[in-house]
């Protein structure tokens, strides 16, 4: 049987597919199984920020699967706290906790900030303001946090305890931060909701009310984090450091590696029996995890991903068809003026280029390693699509 419908035979079909087997990759370029290559301006969704098995990307996760592949949390390995260290330096939080995913970190961003209010305050400060077209995950918990109603159907009873805030309108933030508050969580740049920024003001009046009324603030850096927006972190943009941070996708190049970090003021809040995760922090993850550092960390890195950015950025606003460029850095939202996201999509793909769609939005979230010349053909592909 041929491996697409021996797949859709068996497997839940919970996700809507390209009929594309992927074979290999290098670098920036992916092969399919009859080895038509693609140029990758997808990174997996934001997964491969190192592109497809760099070398000592590779080096550093087989050595460690010869070494030791799991570990319970019962006991310690040095990667995983060299990893946590290093994390940690860089970020500037104190401690974090080590999940699999997105939504597990978010789960645990979501338990870590009821709990600390419920230790300072007792009960009835369990509510968490999150934005209208945000998104946060697909568990019960993070699904129940994600503010679009398209979600919010068939899983009912959802989790109470989540308020939708618009995005930018500090009225309705105001309005809404009453004593049943214990913190707000934002996307400093939605992504699924279609790759929208928030804006400066906005953040600041966050901050501002949060501080004055010991809420904590929640980023969710899952797709924004880990060099995605020309930072390490895209809170850097904004000049602010939120009580939590959560990441994944590319915190590990492509392995399954979630983490939620906090700051001085809420990192002991978890401690002994009140979360854990068989999985979280699996050496392999946190040696791919280590090798993405190295990298992210070396002179001149962050910069050639802002160039790169910039590059991408003008040449899509030079073409007719795009009316808006919208994101931060890597993370590209593009807006036509006359065609369907969904359709140049699914052309690029025919013609060799991985893309994506957020919303009415083409997106690309190409590999941070990305180099000029798949930049200007991948670019020279969707040009020929859209004229
Ligand atoms: C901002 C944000 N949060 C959470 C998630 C969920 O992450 P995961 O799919 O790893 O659970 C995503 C996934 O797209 C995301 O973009």
Redesign the pocket.
Known sequence: MKTIEKFNEHVMPTYGRFDLVMDSGEHEVATDENGKKYIDFGSG?GCNCLGFCDESWVKAVCSQVQRLQHNSNYYYTKVQADFADRLCTQTGYSKLFFAN????A?ECAIKLARKYSFDKYGKGRHNIITLVNS????TMG?LSATGQDVFHNYFFPFLEGFVNVKANDCDDLTAKLDDTVCAVMI?FVQ??GGVVALEKRFVDKIFEECRKRDILVIA?E??TGVGRTGKFLASENFGVHPNITTL??GIAGGLPM?ACLADESCCDVLNRSTHGSTFGGNPICCAGGNAVLDRLQSEGFMESVCEKAEYIRGKLSEMPEVESVSGIGMMIGIKFKTLNAAEVCKKCFEKGLLVLTAKDKLRFLPPLTISYSEIDDGLNILKDIIG
Do not use: C, L, P, Y
């Open positions: 969704i995913s997105g939504a597990e978010n998104f946060h995950g697909r993070t996307e992504g699924e969710d899952v797709q994944a996708k979630g």
